[in-house]
């Protein structure tokens, strides 16, 4: 850990084939999806946290899913678009290091929050007589410290372990940092942090699983009840298609963990990026659309009714 304190620099070299009409084409994207996808996770933050109707366990963890979606695209959008806008091509060791964190812990925090997400469907439609009863104030309080706990532990534990050993590299292939980069920079690696890597991998893997195995109960709930179908479409698809959306974007660590070298750096930036950027857009979009209270406080049509749960 003595490295911290050194006055490293690291070199961002995910632009080098860049030229000033690629940067301006993608800056022409990326600020505006920026910009909007804080005004979506913002008005949906507000909308719950105001209107008492929205204090359900559904809403309260929707709203910490945009929570986590605005901490993770603010952790990265604004350096990347000072990489895009400037000659800048160096982050401090430091800055990285607080980048790494925000962003492990907004990866991880994607699937807590969609896995307990999954429960509470699970529930709302498999055991709609013990909802209120299963999912008390105390659970909710429990749950949603979870969401937040695992993720903070995990990043702390990776990125601490990551830092376990000198720099050796000061190269950076992408336009943001994580712990499998800090240790891809390290002068070596030791089976420890192996084992902390692949907690983290199984981890997210038991996520995936767990949410698959809560659909598919859920499926076969509603191929027996009418009322069931109409909870799934309208409540359980949008967090479908999220859960969908995120794991689509694990190729980003997937291609840094196993050093796909054979793209070009624009198609790489591109690819490493969607995580970051696609899902904070896409949730709050989804479920402003298909969860009608929400949509009708959005569009003023009417007061919203919990009628769904």
């Given at each position: 850990m003595?490295?911290?304190?050194?006055?490293?620099?690291?070199?961002?070299?995910?632009?080098?084939?860049?030229?000033?009409?690629?940067r301006?084409?993608?800056?022409?994207?990326?600020?505006p999806?920026y910009?909007?996808?804080?005004?979506?996770?913002a008005t949906?933050?507000?909308?719950?946290?105001?209107?008492?109707?929205?204090?359900?366990?559904?809403?309260?963890?929707?709203c910490?899913?945009?929570?986590?979606?605005?901490?993770?695209t603010t952790?990265?959008?604004?350096?990347?678009?000072v990489?895009?806008?400037?000659?800048?091509?160096?982050?401090?060791?430091?800055?990285?290091?607080?980048?790494?964190?925000v962003?492990?812990?907004?990866?991880?925090?994607?699937?807590?929050?969609?896995?307990?997400?999954?429960?509470?469907?699970?529930?709302?439609?498999?055991?709609?007589?013990?909802y209120?009863?299963?999912?008390?104030?105390f659970?909710?309080?429990?749950?949603?410290?979870?969401?937040?706990?695992?993720?903070?532990?995990?990043?702390?534990?990776?990125?601490s372990?990551?830092?376990?050993?000198?720099?050796?590299?000061?190269?950076?292939?992408?336009?943001?940092?994580e712990?499998?980069?800090?240790?891809?920079?390290a002068?070596?690696?030791?089976?420890?942090?192996g084992?902390?890597?692949?907690?983290?991998?199984?981890?997210?893997?038991?996520?995936f699983?767990?949410?698959?195995?809560?659909?598919?109960?859920?499926?076969?709930?509603?191929?027996?009840?009418?009322?069931?179908?109409?909870?799934?479409?309208?409540?359980?698809?949008?967090?479908?298609?999220?859960?969908?959306?995120?794991t689509?974007?694990?190729?980003?660590?997937?291609?840094?963990?196993?050093?796909?070298?054979?793209?070009?750096?624009?198609?790489?930036?591109?690819?490493?990026?969607?995580?970051?950027?696609?899902?904070?857009?896409?949730?709050?979009?989804?479920?402003g659309?298909?969860?009608?209270?929400?949509?009708?406080?959005?569009?003023?049509?009417?007061?919203?009714?919990?009628?769904?749960?």
């Open positions: 003595d490295n911290i304190s050194s006055p490293h620099f690291l070199t961002v070299t995910a632009l080098n084939e860049w030229d000033w009409t690629s301006i084409i993608f800056v022409s994207f990326a600020l999806v910009l909007l996808t804080i005004v979506l996770n949906l933050i507000m909308i719950i946290t105001f209107e008492k109707a929205l204090h359900e366990p559904m809403y309260i963890f929707l910490n899913l945009c929570v986590n979606d605005l901490c993770g952790g990265f959008y604004p350096r990347a678009l990489y895009l806008l400037t000659e800048t091509k160096t982050i401090s060791l430091e800055e990285c290091i607080v980048q790494s964190l962003i492990v812990v907004y990866a991880v925090g994607e699937f807590t929050n969609l896995s307990v997400m999954a429960v509470d469907r699970y529930i709302a439609i498999c055991q709609p007589l013990r209120h009863t299963i999912m008390s104030p659970t909710v309080v429990s749950l949603v410290t979870f969401i937040w706990i695992f993720p903070f532990f995990i990043g702390l534990m990776t990125v372990l990551a830092l376990k050993h000198p720099l050796c590299r000061y190269d950076i292939h992408k336009l943001f940092c712990h499998l980069t800090l240790m891809n920079l002068c070596k690696q030791d089976i420890f942090q084992i902390i890597n692949g907690f983290l991998y199984i981890s997210m893997a038991v996520f699983v767990f949410v698959l195995i809560s659909y598919l109960k859920i499926i076969l709930a509603c191929t027996k009840s009418k009322v069931n179908r109409e909870k799934f479409y309208s409540t359980c698809v949008p967090h479908l298609i999220s859960f969908l959306n995120t689509c974007g694990l190729s980003d660590s997937l291609l840094t963990r196993f050093k796909v070298e054979k793209l070009s750096n624009i198609a790489y930036t591109f690819l490493s990026v969607i995580f970051l950027t696609v899902p904070p857009f896409v949730n709050p979009v989804i479920y659309i298909k969860l009608g209270p929400i949509r009708a406080k959005i569009l003023y049509f009417q007061s919203p009714r919990i009628n769904n749960l």
